[in-house]
């Protein structure tokens, strides 16, 4: 019998330097992330800003509206640099398509600004458009990183949960501002933010279960809103007269709860390349050791063989000559190893399950939407109702009113 042990020990070399290079690609493109988290916080604050000047009813000057639109100007070609250039690779087909997806989307923002400032659009309609772009965005985002590694699917999972429910934070701050601002709120404006404050804590409710320590401190210090900003979102929910309330008040708090959130965020980007770099180098130094000194580790599975009568009872097989305590210690390297990989796979399979569903409902609402020529706020709530009269989950309905879409060839939005 051909020794295998040779093979083994190669294929097993060949997972952790396979690791370590996704490991690298992830490390790599840590400006590419960093550049579009700043382009998203900068669309969030200009969206907020032009929903004030939709509503007239504010202090606010051109110039400072101007002065927002140059931040997200200025993030956008942070961005377009630090793209990588397109190549001809299989692994990268989605985020390519992502990204092109992305930056025709972002083309739409110049005529979106136009018709702000000549205030030739509703602010609800504004909110969407400006919305979307930040969604396209929080896919790339996602794709980007996704694309890069799957070892870090704990990391990875607390910075996406915790950047969609600070995005859900930013549509809150969007809708209040036109409300108070309007002196009103509608009852479609008052449902959509108790939807997104449930939102919000789901979001921040999976990004505190996979979080490290250090982005927790720094969540736990910002993560309950003031009396002042409770007073006003009870105002806002209820349809309580907002006589005395101000606009620009409700800004500011939602702002500066907004600017602790990004604070947060970096922590998390941190924290995801720094076990990234930890991760490389622990793989380094596990492929630079020779076989002898890697295969130095405590013994935890060993290979017995019961109910033999050509070994004594209990007896360990030694196999095409395998020196017993090789076998057992390469054993134990690749059994650790399946054991780490199928934990970060079910971490990983539970932050796909996560995004698959978000696709599947934006797909769903964009079917309503277009079915029922409905905004996006009413196709969600036919979600909702369609899940509760089936008492089954919001996803499930999803998928299954996409799944006939596609069985029947009808158009939806990927």
């Not at 020794?3 to 330097?17: F, K, L, M």
């Not at 320590?213 to 209820?238: D, F, M, P, V």
Request: some cysteine; hydrophobic content about 40%.
């Amino acid at each position: 019998m051909q020794n295998t042990t040779d093979y083994a020990w190669r294929y097993w070399s060949a997972s952790r330097e396979s690791e370590r290079l996704a490991l690298q690609e992830l490390l790599n493109s840590e400006a590419l992330l960093d550049a579009i988290s700043a382009l998203i916080h900068a669309l969030q604050r200009e969206r907020g800003i032009s929903m004030l000047w939709l509503c007239r009813d504010s202090d606010l000057t051109l110039p400072q509206l101007i002065r927002r639109q140059d931040e997200v100007d200025k993030a956008l070609s942070g961005m377009l640099t630090q793209l990588p250039e397109p190549e001809k690779r299989a692994a990268a087909s989605g985020f390519y398509g992502r990204v092109a997806l992305t930056l025709q989307a972002l083309s739409g923002l110049t005529a979106l600004r136009e018709e702000v400032l000549r205030h030739q659009l509703p602010y609800n309609a504004a909110i969407e458009q400006y919305s979307e772009l930040i969604r396209h965005l929080l896919h790339l985002i996602f794709e980007a990183a996704d694309n890069a590694s799957h070892s870090m699917s704990r990391a990875l999972l607390a910075l996406f949960s915790f950047m969609q429910g600070k995005e859900l934070a930013g549509q809150e701050r969007a809708i209040g501002a036109a409300g108070f601002a309007a002196g009103a709120f509608s009852k479609a404006d008052r449902q959509q933010l108790v939807t997104l404050l449930e939102s919000q804590d789901r979001s921040f409710s999976t990004f505190c279960q996979f979080a490290d320590e250090q982005s927790l401190q720094a969540w736990h210090a910002i993560a309950e809103a003031g009396q002042e900003t409770e007073k006003l979102r009870r105002i806002a929910c209820s349809g309580m007269s907002t006589r005395g309330a101000d606009a620009q008040r409700w800004f500011q708090l939602l702002s500066e709860r907004l600017d602790g959130m990004k604070q947060t965020e970096q922590l998390l980007r941190q924290q995801v390349m720094r076990t990234c770099r930890d991760g490389i180098a622990q793989l380094e130094t596990a492929n630079a050791a020779p076989l002898w000194e890697a295969c130095r580790q405590p013994s935890g599975y060993s290979l017995y063989v019961t109910n033999t009568p050509w070994l004594e009872e209990g007896g360990m097989l030694d196999a095409a000559g395998i020196a017993p305590q090789l076998g057992r210690s390469l054993l134990t390297l690749i059994e650790n190893q399946a054991q780490r990989l199928q934990a970060q796979d079910d971490e990983l399979a539970a932050m796909h399950a996560t995004l698959t569903e978000r696709k599947q409902i934006d797909r769903a609402k964009a079917l309503l939407m277009q079915h029922y020529q409905c905004d996006e706020q009413q196709a969600w709530h036919t979600l909702r109702k369609m899940a509760m009269d089936q008492n089954k989950r919001v996803g499930e309905i999803a998928r299954a009113l996409t799944e006939v879409a596609a069985v029947f060839s009808l158009p939806h939005t990927r």
